[in-house]
């Protein structure tokens, strides 16, 4: 019954994101859009290049986190991992995640360090959505006139400012000397789990050198992904600014990172349209359509990878002692 309820769970999430993908760009005028998206002969190629810049300065800030936990982590398999995850994130309509799947890869030739690469693979995401978050405020205060104008802006603006304070306080508290002397987690259940956890966030605090490199990368993706966006402006939007494009899009990403539906399909269209319209621009929604249509390639390696590599990746497995779940 269960297994049932989540498949059907599963459906219904897929048909949400379809369906409301379908609706945002039957009314913008979005398939025009897409005609216009394959017409323009450059820019779709010019944003598979940077989507695969973009998972490059992923897999080599992964490198970096896992060394300073004393693992080591090539490029190549880094990247290889990255773009499996990839595809798992944007074409996959199922529960398994491209995280999930980072993990079980990562995890086949890391004997026993399941919850320490877990750790790192959360670290990585706070320290790219902590990044992202600066941006966003640093772009909107850039551009102060929309923020001002817009109330609505303003607020999402704000909150995200409240979300990267959060995020810094509650890595210093996870990595606070004080709070890991104190065992708190012993009396929890899985406390040996939760042990291991915060035993592998504590190194972090010894390593800070990690922690800034990761950043300094997350920036860099970050800013080509904003190159992604700016590009796909200069065609559907050519009067927008790139200040306003790029902050805006950065928002409009935080939406679509929610899992209400796979990839946010359908969900980071709406907000897209919504937040350019509130900025007096139309057309929103193309630009994270011609991400998605960016993202083709990386999804394709991804996919390439997955299938030539399963075979090599069970059998490491199993000398691993870890059977693929």
Request: charged share 15%; glycine share 12%; net charge positive.
């Amino acid at each position: 019954m269960n297994h049932s309820i989540k498949h059907l769970f599963t459906i219904l999430r897929a048909a949400l994101g379809v369906g409301l993908l379908y609706y945002v760009l039957k009314v913008t005028g979005g398939w025009a859009a897409a005609k216009q998206l394959i017409s323009t002969r450059w820019l779709l190629p010019w944003l598979s290049c940077l989507t695969i810049f973009s998972a490059a300065i992923e897999a080599k800030r992964l490198g970096f986190l896992f060394g300073a936990q004393g693992m080591r982590l090539s490029f190549v398999h880094s990247y290889r991992v990255v773009a499996i995850g990839a595809l798992f994130n944007f074409c996959i309509p199922g529960g398994t995640g491209g995280d999930v799947m980072k993990l079980y890869y990562l995890a086949a030739g890391n004997r026993g360090r399941r919850v320490e690469i877990a750790t790192v693979l959360f670290v990585d995401r706070a320290v790219a959505l902590f990044c992202m978050l600066c941006l966003a405020v640093a772009l909107a205060l850039l551009d102060g006139r929309l923020v001002w104008d817009r109330p609505l802006i303003g607020g999402l603006v704000s909150t995200a400012a409240l979300c990267a304070i959060g995020l810094f306080a509650g890595g210093a508290v996870a990595c606070s000397t004080r709070l890991r002397a104190s065992r708190w987690y012993t009396r929890l259940p899985l406390h040996r789990y939760l042990e291991r956890a915060a035993d592998a966030l504590y190194v972090f605090r010894k390593n800070k050198t990690a922690l800034a490199k990761a950043a300094a990368l997350s920036v860099i993706g970050h800013l080509a992904l904003l190159c992604v966006f700016s590009a796909a402006g200069r065609v559907f939007m050519p009067n927008a600014p790139a200040i306003t494009v790029s902050m805006l899009a950065l928002l409009g990403l935080l939406a679509n990172a929610l899992p209400i539906t796979p990839g946010g399909l359908g969900v980071g269209e709406a907000a897209f349209e919504g937040l350019f319209r509130l900025a007096g621009y139309s057309h929103g929604a193309q630009l994270i359509l011609a991400w998605r249509a960016g993202m083709i390639a990386l999804c394709g390696l991804g996919c390439a990878l997955y299938i030539t590599g399963a075979h090599r990746v069970g059998q490491t497995s199993e000398a691993a002692g870890a059977a693929p779940s």
